[in-house]
């Protein structure tokens, strides 16, 4: 089966510091990847589209300049919290699209706490 | 502007009872529809897309254009079935985002 890696699974920060999140396809080449963000019992809300070798395409209302996103090959995306505040804390989800079906296949997400 | 409604946020039912759990859409196109569950402690997963009009685990679910719904339904639920249901819209062909709607979180009790 198709899987997706996050790197790491949970980080503590302090604020200002900037953290970085890997997001990577182990078993297909994904040209397209998505980042969610998902607050505690709420649904998950679309960042941002990871595209390889171009710039990513975000949501209305998310900073580009705060959260850096980087499609550096066709199996990783990273994104950077730069500058990470208290209320940058939550749960980080990436995707990434298997072309052959063009089906989704989900990270396991990555917990961030700013203190 | 495309919107997922997911009516129930909690949705408990006995072990072998049926279970549905509503969807409602809102495009302009024609849009994919999805259905993914998210177990306790675990990823996102596909259970099911109106294209492949698969049963998943005994899970069906069919798009109905005229009530713009995509509710999922299930004869006889499980224990094991108790997780969180999310629907998801996307505007289909390349375009890959995904709409989520808020999700349904389902309890089967035994």
């Known amino acids: 089966g198709a899987v997706v890696s996050q790197h790491p699974s949970w980080v503590i920060c302090k604020s200002g510091t900037s953290v970085k999140i890997e997001c990577r396809s182990l078993?297909?080449?994904?040209?397209?990847m998505f980042w969610y963000r998902q607050f505690p019992k709420q649904s998950l809300m679309l960042m941002a589209t990871?595209?390889?070798?171009?710039?990513?395409?975000?949501e209305q209302g998310v900073e580009k300049d705060k959260f850096l996103i980087n499609h550096a090959s066709l199996t990783l995306s990273t994104l950077t919290v730069t500058s990470a505040h208290p209320e940058d804390s939550s749960f980080y989800i990436c995707?990434?699209?298997?072309?052959?079906?063009?089906?989704?296949?989900f990270g396991p997400g990555t917990r961030l706490t700013v203190l | 502007a495309q919107r997922v409604t997911q009516p129930e946020k909690l949705l408990s039912v006995f072990k072998g009872a049926p279970v549905e759990l509503k969807c409602n859409y809102s495009?302009?196109?024609?849009?994919?529809l999805f259905w993914y569950v998210q177990y306790s402690r675990q990823r996102l997963q596909l259970l099911l897309r109106?294209?492949s009009r698969e049963s998943i685990k005994g899970f069906t679910a069919d798009l109905n254009k005229g009530e713009t719904s995509f509710h999922l339904k299930k004869p006889f639920a499980q224990e094991e079935d108790s997780a969180m249901y999310y629907c998801?819209?996307?505007?289909?062909?390349?375009?890959?985002?995904?709409?989520f709607g808020k999700g349904t979180l389902l309890t089967v009790n035994p």
């Open positions: 995707s990434a699209v298997r072309t052959r079906n063009w089906e989704q296949f």
């Open positions: 078993d297909f080449q994904a040209t397209t």
């Open positions: 990871s595209n390889e070798g171009s710039k990513a395409t975000y």
């Open positions: 495009y302009s196109g024609s849009p994919e």
């Open positions: 109106h294209i």
């Open positions: 998801a819209l996307s505007s289909g062909g390349s375009n890959y985002k995904l709409t």
